[in-house]
C-alpha cells in the first residue's frame, strides 16, 4: 500500500481494488493505522478520500533505522571479514569449531 502511495496519491477506493484478497473493511483498518501512525494523510474530495504519503511521518522511522544500519553493517562486516580469513587459510591451519 505504501509503494502504491508512494507512486501518487490515490482514491480509498483504488486502494481496495489493487488488494483482491482484502475487503474494504481490512484496507480502511489499514489505512487508519498509517494514518495514525503518521505516514499517510487524507483529504476528503467530493465524495472519495484521497489518501498520500506523509513523508514527515518517515523521518522518525529513519532516525531509528539509521542507527541500526549502521550497527549491523559494522557487525556484518566484521563476519564477512572473519570468513574470508577463514576461508583463505590453510587447511591444516583450520580448526573445526
Known sequence: ???LLAEHERPAGD???AF??????AISRHLRILREAGLV????????RIYALKPQGFAEIEAWIEPQRRYWQRHLGALERYL?????APKEEQVDD
Open 1 to 3: 500500500m505504501l509503494n
Open 41 to 48: 494523510d487524507v483529504r476528503p474530495d467530493a465524495q472519495r
Open 15 to 17: 486502494l481496495v481494488a
Open 84 to 88: 574470508a580469513t577463514r576461508k583463505s
Open 20 to 25: 483482491p484478497t482484502l475487503t474494504q473493511p
